[in-house]
């Protein structure tokens, strides 16, 4: 497993951050150095028709190795890393055999990956972890997505004594930041569907997501010197903050899971005569969704009626749907990969993703792509982590999935 721990080192130590605030297209140029490592990579292995177009997408094509017609297929993972926390120079730090206890990230700054507060970690005891030195995030999102598909392309490419059809995998720019799809050619991508290698422990597999959409609120106040204010001033962080407070209370990200949808306030920045807050909405009916936006409006009409039509200014944009309904028709293709799974002797993870990726709004431009796990856990933060033995199995099941599509097809 030493190539592809490798592999992911030379993938994560390059800087992709996205950028939300940016809307040029790739939101950050250096997301370009790390696709021209992977077109030169990719052609050093002998994957065929290489390409890396004006957008940042990196295409290639593994040809068929049968003589008969097999549906095309295509894995897809992303380029860049969350703008949450800071992806520059990237130091990891391996743990072989690990035993279970705590590790410390950082000593002087006493950062310590804890199994009493991630009890994910005990899942991987003995086994090598590949975790972040406290400083910033780790790139397995999507970083170790990448690895898995060049491993399991060169694989296949080495043996050619397992049979399958034509293969496509594309690597896409500013998945993090919502438009990772945006300028995706379905057509010149050209599979019959695709997987997205982005989910996180061993098993996952998901055809469900969020419906989203992005709000930002602005509300509006007046600046008046303050020892003359009485009756006068209008404090918009005050409103701000009961606008907060209006919205339910629990329905945020840190008190639902599963199927629970939430308000989320990621951002927010005021001062007397102006406030702004930046929104999240997300639920995975589309019927409770439609209803959370008009419950986020009404708040808004509420505070309007009461203080001025203008001092509350709301604008919410959707940002995609759940997936679900462009799979079902088609979900032969999760039963794919649910077999690949088990071949493998991986338990299938079937269950709704609690955000959205590529693959969402690349099932809604005609191309169906389910989720499979890519095995990090922690995503977007200091305490990011993952296993070695997990790419490994995730570079398994493309392989297996590639078998099985061929198998059926004889």
């Not at 997301?31 to 992977?38: G, H």
């Not at 920045?269 to 409770?288: A, F, P, S």
């Not at 033995?389 to 097809?409: C, F, G, H, W």
Request: glycine share 8%; hydrophobic share 35%.
């Amino acid at each position: 497993m030493q190539k592809i721990t490798d592999r992911f080192v030379k993938y994560i130590t390059v800087d992709t951050q996205s950028d939300p605030e940016n809307s040029a297209f790739p939101s950050t140029e250096k997301q370009w150095d790390l696709a021209r490592i992977l077109v030169k990579e990719l052609q050093e292995i002998g994957m065929e028709d290489v390409t890396l177009d004006d957008n940042c997408y990196v295409m290639a094509t593994l040809p068929s190795n049968v003589d008969f017609k097999v549906p095309t297929i295509g894995f897809i993972a992303h380029i860049d890393t969350s703008p949450d926390y800071s992806g520059t120079n990237v130091k990891p730090q391996f743990h072989p055999n690990y035993n279970g206890k705590d590790i410390v990230l950082n000593k002087k700054e006493n950062i310590i990956l804890s199994p009493s507060y991630f009890e994910d970690l005990l899942m991987y005891k003995g086994k090598t972890l590949i975790t972040t030195d406290g400083t910033t995030l780790l790139g397995a999102d999507d970083k170790a997505g990448i690895t898995e598909i060049v491993t399991a392309m060169e694989y296949l490419i080495n043996h050619p004594e397992i049979k399958h059809g034509k293969i496509r995998i594309a690597f896409t720019p500013d998945e993090e930041v919502g438009k990772g799809a945006g300028m995706f050619d379905v057509q010149k991508f050209g599979a019959d569907w695709a997987y997205t290698m982005d989910g996180s422990q061993v098993g996952e597999l998901e055809y469900e997501n969020f419906n989203a959409a992005g709000a930002k609120v602005t509300i509006n106040g007046k600046i008046v010197h303050p020892g003359y204010a009485k009756g006068k001033m209008i404090n918009s962080m005050l409103i701000a903050s009961d606008f907060i407070a209006t919205l339910p209370k629990d329905e945020i990200p840190e008190k639902t899971e599963g199927y629970e949808g939430f308000y989320h306030l990621y951002a927010m920045n005021g001062e007397v005569e102006k406030t702004e807050l930046q929104y999240i909405i997300r639920d995975h009916d589309l019927k409770l969704f439609e209803e959370r936006k008009e419950v986020f409006q009404k708040v808004a009409d509420d505070f309007n009626k009461k203080l001025g039509s203008a001092t509350v200014e709301v604008e919410i944009k959707n940002q995609y749907f759940n997936m679900r309904e462009k799979i079902e028709p088609v979900m032969h293709i999760v039963d794919i990969a649910e077999e690949a799974m088990k071949q493998l002797g991986i338990k299938p993870l079937i269950k709704a993703i609690r955000g959205g990726t590529d693959g969402s709004q690349l099932s809604y431009k005609g191309l169906p792509c389910p989720n499979i796990f890519a095995g990090g856990h922690n995503f977007h933060g200091r305490y990011e982590y993952i296993a070695v033995e997990s790419m490994q199995l995730a570079t398994d099941v493309i392989i297996k999935i590639a078998q099985i599509t061929t198998e059926r097809a004889k």
